[in-house]
């Protein structure tokens, strides 16, 4: 029973705790990152079924009323491949680099703007996406201007 105590005691000490702590962080993101590579390899495999259905079965022209669908089905992948980065990122300097997560942010964004149905929406609605690139771009400009001091 003793030892029992001493083992606990010895694990909450704070170097053992971090240690403990860093050794789950690195299980965690690895097993992150081979869900994201699942993730992204399923979104390749619909991607080209959804395009091919569209090439073999609509009318030929017709695509183009597609055309934002297929553009937004990419940005899925991009997005997924930038969230892949950002873990692999971790992985390597176990910092989580906010430059990237801005990317990712702002192509997620971006994917919205293009995918936009401007008949379902709201003009307070584009002035937020407008808002959320305009924040997200200076964002980035300061880090950037940060990381080259």
Same mark, same amino acid.
């Given at each position: 029973?003793?030892? /029992?105590?001493? /083992? ?8 053992? *705790? ?5 050794? /789950?962080?690195? @299980?965690? #993101?690895?097993? $992150?990152? +081979? ?8 979104? !390749?495999?619909?991607?080209? &079924? +959804?395009?091919?259905?569209? &090439? *073999?079965? =609509? ?6 009323? =597609?055309? +934002?669908?297929? *553009?937004?089905? +990419?940005?899925? @992948?991009?997005?997924? $491949?930038?969230? /892949?980065?950002?873990? =692999? ?6 910092? *989580?680099?906010?430059? $990237?997560? !801005? ?13 936009? %149905?401007?008949?379902?929406? =709201?003009? !307070? %609605? ?10 997200? #771009?200076? #964002?980035?400009?300061? &880090? ?6």
């Amino acid at each position: 029973m003793r030892k /029992l105590i001493k /083992l606990i005691l010895g694990i909450t000490k704070d170097e053992q *705790f971090m240690h403990i702590v860093e050794h /789950l962080e690195v @299980i965690v #993101s690895k097993v $992150l990152s +081979f869900l994201m590579i699942v993730v992204i390899l399923v979104a !390749i495999v619909d991607l080209g &079924i +959804f395009i091919f259905k569209e &090439i *073999f079965t =609509t009318p030929y022209g017709k695509i183009n009323t =597609t055309l +934002f669908k297929v *553009f937004g089905l +990419f940005l899925n @992948i991009l997005i997924a $491949l930038e969230i /892949l980065e950002n873990i =692999t990122a971790y992985l390597r300097r176990h910092v *989580f680099q906010v430059e $990237l997560v !801005i990317v990712t942010s702002l192509i997620a964004v971006a994917r919205k703007i293009i995918i936009l %149905d401007l008949e379902k929406v =709201t003009g !307070i %609605d584009i002035i937020g996406l407008g808002i959320a690139v305009l924040a997200l #771009s200076i #964002s980035y400009m300061l &880090i950037r201007l940060s990381n080259s001091r």
